[in-house]
Every structure is written in structure tokens, then in C-alpha cells.
């Protein structure tokens, strides 16, 4: 059973750098068919997807956070890690880790879906 | 910039049945966007109930069903139970590896 826990911290100052790392357990994170996604809710709102990773290293990015988002991977540890520069209150959130997999059927066809959640982590930038 | 859509809020009497839709800004919604559903309640972390339009997964409810209805994903609930109650999202997948979630429907049973 493939568990995800968010880490990091809870405040972060306008214009610095949000750091959260999502540990992986019960699996490999070197599993193949699985991306690895960093999702965010900010209060009261919906999900936004801002982006996911492979475990070769390969990212792809919500077009509207590219600029400040990198997402890394670290195999030997089990984990992937989020990195958003340049924040301001807008990017206060709670920040979710998941697991995204594709399976390829038989018929040539591909099912893609996200399965496993973290619990999530809350984070707010104020000074 | 890619919009995806939901009904606000949605209202359904316990026993009966409901159906979220989910719409894309770019056309009608195919199997090609993978359509998944998730449940959410209040402090809770999303919970996956549907992948790929229509497949359930081992712990989905036999009463939630997905499909496509019209150009629009759908997500059915048959015999709705009190502890439905919830927002429920969509997300679909575009090509080019971008992930888009619709912005979310409340149901309330009652």
C-alpha cells in the first residue's frame, strides 16, 4: 500500500522560496507508469495542478507557475521535492504530493489516472 | 489558458441520483483526456474515484459510475447516500503532458 507524506514548512516570507518534499513508502518512486504530481488548493478555492515528475528526472510544468516552479526527484531517498520561488500571499495553499500512473492495454490503448494522495501540507507566505 | 468546467453546486435527495458533468474550453470532452473524478470533504485530502472516463478504482463505490455525456465527462451517482455530501472534481488530461482540474461541484444531499 503506497502512502505519501508531504514535509516542509509552514510559513514562508513574501519573495523568498517554498521548499516541501513528499516521501514515498510502501513502493518505489523508480516504479515505471507512474508520474510523480505537486497539486495546490489555496483556501476556499479548487485544485491546481502544478506539475509532475518522472522518476528519470523528466518534468512538466503548469504553464502559468513554469517560471518559478522546479520539481526534482531523489531515487536513493524515495522522494520528489517542489521548489516555487518568488512567492507571495497568492501561493498560500495546501500543497498535495500524488501519484499519477498510465497503464497500457492490451488493444494498444492507454488508462491514465491520479490514485494515491498525500494528506496534504498547509502553507502560508506572510512576513 | 485552458478552462475546465463544472456545476457550482448541486442539491439531490438521499435514494436518488445525480449526474456532474465536466466540460473543456477547447471542444468536447473524449476518452482521450483520461477524464478522472475525485471526492473531497471538508479538511480531507482528495479521494480518486474514477480514471479514464469510466474505470473504478478497487475502493470506488459501486453507485458512482463515469462516462461521457454530450462532449462533457460525467460522473453519475445512483442511490445517493448523506455521506455523498461533498465537492467532487474533475481533471483531464490535454496533450503535451498538462493536467487541468475543473473547478469543483458541492453536492449536497437532502
Known amino acids: 500500500q503506497v502512502q505519501l507524506q508531504e514535509s516542509g514548512p509552514g510559513l514562508v516570507k513574501p519573495s523568498q522560496t517554498l521548499s516541501l518534499t513528499c516521501t514515498v513508502s510502501g513502493g518505489s518512486i523508480s516504479s515505471g507508469n507512474y508520474y510523480w504530481s505537486w497539486i495546490r488548493q489555496p483556501p476556499g478555492k479548487g485544485l491546481e495542478w502544478i506539475g509532475y515528475?518522472?522518476?528519470?528526472?523528466?518534468?512538466y510544468y503548469n504553464p502559468s507557475l513554469k517560471s518559478r516552479v522546479t520539481i526534482s526527484v531523489d531515487t536513493s531517498k524515495n522522494q520528489f521535492s517542489l521548489k516555487l520561488s518568488s512567492v507571495t500571499a497568492a501561493d498560500t495553499a495546501v500543497y498535495y504530493c500524488a501519484r499519477d500512473f498510465i497503464d497500457y492495454t492490451n488493444s494498444g490503448g492507454a488508462l491514465q489516472g491520479m490514485d494515491v494522495w498525500g494528506q496534504g501540507t498547509t502553507v502560508t507566505v506572510s512576513s | 489558458q485552458t478552462v475546465v468546467t463544472q456545476e457550482p453546486s448541486l442539491t439531490v435527495s438521499p435514494g436518488g441520483t445525480v449526474t456532474l458533468t465536466c466540460a473543456s474550453s477547447?471542444?468536447?470532452?473524449?476518452?482521450?483526456?483520461?477524464p478522472n473524478w475525485f471526492q473531497q470533504k471538508p479538511g480531507q485530502a482528495p479521494r480518486a474515484l474514477i480514471y479514464s472516463t469510466s474505470n473504478k478504482h478497487s475502493w470506488t463505490p459501486a453507485r458512482f459510475s463515469g462516462s461521457l455525456l454530450g462532449g462533457k465527462a460525467a460522473l453519475t451517482l445512483s442511490g445517493v447516500q448523506p455521506e455523498d455530501e461533498a465537492e467532487y472534481y474533475c481533471?483531464?488530461?490535454?496533450?503535451?503532458?498538462?493536467?487541468?482540474f475543473g473547478g469543483g461541484t458541492k453536492l449536497t444531499v437532502l
Open positions: 481533471l483531464l488530461y490535454y496533450g503535451g503532458a498538462q493536467l487541468v
Open positions: 515528475i518522472y522518476y528519470s528526472g523528466n518534468t
Open positions: 477547447t471542444g468536447a470532452v473524449t476518452s482521450g483526456y483520461y
